[in-house]
């Protein structure tokens, strides 16, 4: 079992930024992929970026591609999700998930933080 707790969201002006993280703990995430999920109100849960906690490519959904950056630090078993030039459609909540890299679907889930970004 893979334990996810998300920290980090809030209110901010559009422009601004926020860093939202994702400590993972009940065991080991190496062999994970981790991503981040966001759900606005009245709309389907989509993508947003995703990586190999052990390395390798990073995937970024086009909607926040340039703006997101997804980074881990591995002595705090964390992952982070830096968002700037936020923008008002960019006001979900926001998720994250790991799966392991053998597997498509995503099993374990965090709570949750809120984003919201005003205009």
């Known amino acids: 079992q893979v334990q996810l707790v998300e920290s980090g969201g809030g209110l901010v002006q559009a422009g601004g930024s926020l860093r939202l993280s994702c400590a993972a703990s009940?065991?080991?995430?190496?062999?994970?992929?981790m991503g981040w999920f966001r759900q606005a109100p009245g709309k389907e849960r989509e993508f947003v970026a995703a990586?190999?906690?052990?390395?390798?490519?990073?995937y970024y959904a086009d909607s926040v591609k340039g703006r997101f950056t997804i980074s881990r630090d591995d002595a705090k078993n964390t992952a982070y999700l830096q968002m700037n030039s936020l923008k008002p459609e960019d006001t979900a909540v926001y998720y994250c998930?790991?799966?392991?890299?053998?597997?498509?679907?995503?099993?374990?889930w965090g709570q949750g933080t809120q984003v919201t970004v005003s205009s």
């Open positions: 998930a790991a799966r392991p890299t053998y597997s498509t679907r995503y099993d374990y």
């Open positions: 990586f190999r906690w052990s390395g390798g490519s990073t």
């Open positions: 009940g065991r080991t995430v190496n062999n994970y992929n």
